[in-house]
């Protein structure tokens, strides 16, 4: 079977149909419109079978987690999300993994309305590389530059769930409760691009970026571009229910503070945005907790447990 | 070394900087600006070691590769390329290979005026996967699907040197001169996405692709798009001289048939703007071969030598 079969058979069919694409799947590549007065937004992510899912992760899982973490990145960016290419690498054709694949990403598109515009197959070791772009208004983009100290820091939904997901998928923790072992595990292998938090912050967040490495290890990256210093106060992290009963506190904040994948936005906003910012929540019905606050101590993060410095020592998720 | 040390050290300071991106290497996501009245055309290429290279293949040659075969999906489509996006998977950060890489993207880069916007690295086996975008005035796109029967059919180049090269490298044969040997590799490592031709085709050519798979395999999905038939007279077909005097001449048009990698344009012209292509293509001072006729026999290829049909089982290039 052919590159051009697989596309066709399995992708084309079920990809949605959106007016602003001219040319879909099917030639030597895609054309559309964006709209007026606005920039487009374009990222890469790249998942591995053995490095960024376990090679037993459910086909459909796969699919709608690379879709997931490339939206995630549009939606720290402020962007709403357009088009995805996608690049798969497999040993074989596998027409029941295949299906259970175009079926995740057909959910996942028909949902975020992303039309799938074309991508390539290849023989290979299992890989899904997904370029997604989106649109954004001119000079309205969130970047991880333009903190400044004096910013409060915010995180959406919880953290460190993935984290637990991922030792229960290997086998390294048993969870008693069935359903909160559930809980864990939907959260590592379906995470929610923030999207609808990503749109509202713009014109209210300073900076932004999505945690996808973990908590440490991404707050960095917005302290190295605005060059701040921030401390976060450990007792603030977002805990959810299914993660603290299933762990100690200790590890708890472990997870949170470390552990990748959870796909949340965090973001920096001045004194003079707070109004502005509990008010959009609040109209967007969605929520984030404020975890911390930005300082002028280029690069330096501390963290803070009741007013006393908290010891920790890991890093977050080092791809090399 | 993280991912994002990687792109940093690595490419980013290498990158060239276009006014039309806002936003580059080092956000969640590249933010850039497309010029009013031009439609954006997106492509995506995967590269696999073992698989669409030699692993001995040097760095440098690998990286201009990748960008080649994506610049030349651009060029089919009448579009002039803008901006990439690397996924990099490696099995290890060597700095050498990266540095060589890095090397070879920015040499194409600055030479085709394309900045590298963003990327990915993740730990994995060798492969590269390169989103291009570029922009093409609205309707002016060249697709596959509106070639006609009475159209004349044509390529850029010659064909089959990659082939040979290919077999060369994989050391199935051995070509005596060393400037011949030395001529098809480079043929192999380095094509030339015809972005000139590609350009000056809007307007006028009816269809247009890539020749990535081999000439058969490749037209197959013009006449399919198209609904049209087609006669190549094989006695046509441009054959380097490199090519010509390392095999016999049977060998030289299986060759230009059905080996893959050539990444010329084949494309189709109604009879009346043959005038304005002959004018054009002077004007631009490149040259495209007259290889055969398009006719009504809806996805059939005939292939005729002096007149007479002209027997070939073979296919082209087949990904799984």
């Known amino acids: 079977m052919k590159e051009f079969n697989v596309i066709e058979d399995f992708f084309k069919a079920k990809s949605i149909q959106r007016k ?7 030639d030597d590549g895609a054309v559309t419109h964006i709209p007026q007065g606005q920039a487009l937004v374009t990222t890469t992510d790249t998942l591995i079978s053995g490095v960024h899912f376990l090679p037993d992760t459910p086909a459909h899982a796969i699919a709608q987690k690379a879709m997931a973490v490339n ?20 040993p074989e054709v596998d027409e029941t993994w295949l299906e259970a694949f175009s079926n ?14 074309g991508g390539d197959t290849v023989k290979g070791p299992l890989a899904i590389t997904i370029t997604a772009q989106g649109f954004v208004p001119f000079d309205q983009a969130l970047t991880r530059s333009k903190a400044k100290p004096g910013d409060s820091l915010y995180v959406t939904g919880t953290l460190g769930d993935a984290g637990l997901g991922l030792h229960i998928a ?7 409760n069935p359903l909160n072992q559930a809980f864990l595990l939907n959260r590592l292998n379906y995470p929610t691009p923030r999207l609808l938090v990503g749109n509202s912050l713009r014109r ?26 921030a401390t976060i106060h450990v007792d603030k992290l977002p805990l959810s229910p299914a993660l603290k009963e299933s762990v100690t506190y200790s590890q708890a904040i472990s997870y949170a503070l470390s552990a990748g994948d959870d796909y949340e936005l965090l973001f920096t906003v001045s004194e003079e945005q707070k109004g502005h910012l509990e008010t959009t929540l609040a109209n967007a019905n969605v929520h984030a907790t404020y975890i911390g ?5 280029a690069g330096k993060l501390q963290l803070r447990q009741a007013d006393k410095p908290y010891e920790y020592s890991a890093k977050g998720y080092e791809h090399f």
């Open 104 to 117: 995740g990403l057909q959910q996942h598109s028909k949902y975020y309305s992303v039309q799938l515009i």
């Open 293 to 297: 606050q930005l300082n002028g101590s």
């Open 20 to 26: 602003d694409v001219i040319i879909g799947i099917g």
């Open 71 to 90: 939206l995630s990145d549009l939606a720290a960016m402020g962007a709403e999300p357009a088009w995805i290419s996608l690049s798969l690498s497999m």
């Open 170 to 176: 290997q086998k390294k923790c048993v969870v008693s």
């Open 204 to 229: 209210i967040a300073s900076a932004c970026i999505d945690i996808s490495d973990g908590l440490i290890a991404d707050i960095k990256h917005i302290l190295n571009a605005s060059q701040c210093g």
